[in-house]
């Protein structure tokens, strides 16, 4: 039973474009929510989190929105560049931290 | 590098042998934990401590895995008598386990394991 969803496999975006990339979870008493990016045979990176007390964070060309009412959230990425080709978790967090199966993100020139 | 590390990198070892993963987590972080991760598969929770304390493991983990993490630092993920299913890549990962910040988790480069 998946309690972190990412429902696309891949997503190919322009370069210069917004990329957005999209998570459901299913347990309300996750309090805090995560993105990671990961580089293939590398350990995932830490981009961004968010508080559930809160609906947005942002960080440079990075947005997190959460919409706890549909269990819902999603990563903006403006403008999108070349490095940012990668797959990206989302995870959620009660005691431990639960992770998505990731999103490929190709970034075409 | 003040970083989560992990050693070794890579390991094959022969079905039915044990092997031992190490994990130093970043100094001051009170918690560790270890994650499993096969190909297109998010990483997978098998356990983590508060200190040296092990305060949740995975059902899914079987009784051929073991950890420790004796003095609260470092730690160690055994396998015993390893089986072809058990090739993945072995994440570490640790954090403050306090405060806001607390949350967030750091993952070292992970140990591969080949079992053939």
């Known amino acids: 039973d998946q309690q972190v969803k990412q429902n696309s496999p891949s997503l190919s975006v322009q370069e210069g474009r917004i990329s957005i990339l999209n998570c459901d979870y299913t347990?309300?008493?996750?309090?805090?929510f995560l993105w990671y990016k990961k580089y293939p045979a590398e350990g995932p990176t830490f981009l961004i989190s968010i508080s559930s007390i809160k609906d947005k964070n942002e960080d440079g060309r990075f947005t997190v929105f959460l919409n706890k009412s549909a269990k819902h959230l999603s990563l903006h990425i403006v403008p999108s560049q070349p490095g940012d080709s990668a797959v990206y978790f989302c995870a959620a967090q009660d005691d431990k931290i639960i992770f998505g199966k990731g999103t490929r993100l190709h970034i075409l020139p | 590098d003040t970083g989560v590390s992990q050693d070794p990198r890579h390991k094959i070892t022969k079905r039915g042998q044990n092997v031992t993963f190490r994990c130093d987590p970043i100094s001051e972080h009170n918690r560790l934990y270890w994650y499993r991760q096969t190909l297109g598969q998010g990483p997978e929770f098998l356990t983590y401590f508060q200190n040296e304390a092990q305060l949740e493991k995975s059902r899914l983990l079987s009784d051929r895995f073991s950890a420790e993490r004796p003095k609260g630092s470092f730690s160690t993920l055994e396998i015993q008598r390893t089986e072809q299913g058990d090739s993945a890549m072995y994440l570490c990962?640790?954090?403050?386990?306090?405060?806001?910040?607390?949350?967030?988790?750091?993952f070292g480069e992970g140990s591969w394991l080949t079992v053939v």
């Open positions: 347990n309300s008493m996750f309090d805090y």
């Open positions: 990962a640790s954090s403050l386990g306090q405060g806001a910040a607390g949350n967030t988790i750091y």
